[in-house]
């Protein structure tokens, strides 16, 4: 069993001053958003204990949310496999961020700190193009960052959470895609929002936002056809 004592973290990386569930949940879902873990990919309950020292309780609980968020399928006494990309989901998540996203960016842009706002962006920009030629996994991480600024400087950095645990998805669609087009058009677009909001141009703001986030459906049937095994259509 792993340490009680509350300071330093356990050789698996498990902050023993945080609740544990919620790490795991965290672990498999990077693992599985950065297509680590593709689809069909069965998770042994033995194994992960066995790898975080743990009892089955944490490890079973990080799977039944891991399922409430669709990205594994739980079948008792069998196995827990990680989830197809379900495209019905991945459409209605979509619409959601851009209900949302696009609201923001209009109203940042006509927001009296919009230069210092669009500042901010910009060099979460950088960052990410800076890890444009590194690991997809690190990419779409900041790429999460630079998206989070801009639901904290509207206020709706509550709202975040909801947004994360719906996207598995629709960012599992983005990761493939990735593989295609490449970063730079990520990248491209972000630019396009920050000049939106920085010039006080909110309409322009807006559909630059959709322009990003329109991207990946965009390239849905190309992406089934290049990845079939991990594609529910519905």
């Not at 069909?40 to 743990?54: D, K, Y």
């Not at 690991?135 to 630079?146: G, I, K, P, T, V």
Request: net charge neutral; aromatic share 6%; hydrophobic share 45%.
């Amino acid at each position: 069993m792993i340490s009680e004592a509350p300071t330093a973290k356990h050789r698996s990386g498990l902050d023993r001053t945080r609740q544990i569930a919620p790490q795991i949940v965290e672990y498999l879902r990077e693992k599985i958003l950065a297509l680590e873990l593709a689809p069909g990919t069965a998770l042994s309950r033995v194994e992960l204990q066995n790898q975080f020292g743990l009892s089955q309780t944490p490890v079973r609980d990080a799977l039944m949310r891991l399922e409430e968020e669709g990205l594994v399928t739980v079948y008792p006494q069998y196995a827990t496999l990680v989830s197809k990309i379900d495209i019905n989901l991945a459409r209605q998540t979509h619409l959601m961020r851009r209900a949302v996203e696009q609201e923001a960016v209009f109203n940042l842009a006509e927001n009296a700190n919009r230069r210092q706002i669009a500042d901010r962006l910009r060099t979460a920009n950088t960052n990410l193009k800076a890890l444009a030629s590194k690991e997809f996994a690190d990419f779409l991480a900041a790429d999460r960052a630079f998206h989070f600024i801009i639901f904290e400087e509207a206020g709706l950095e509550h709202i975040w959470p909801i947004i994360r645990r719906h996207s598995g998805h629709i960012d599992r669609l983005r990761r493939l895609n990735l593989v295609n087009v490449g970063t730079k058009r990520v990248v491209d677009t972000h630019d396009m929002i920050i000049e939106g909001i920085e010039k006080g141009a909110p309409v322009d703001a807006a559909q630059a936002m959709k322009t990003h986030l329109s991207g990946t459906l965009s390239m849905i049937d190309d992406i089934a056809a290049r990845y079939p095994d991990y594609i529910e259509l519905g």
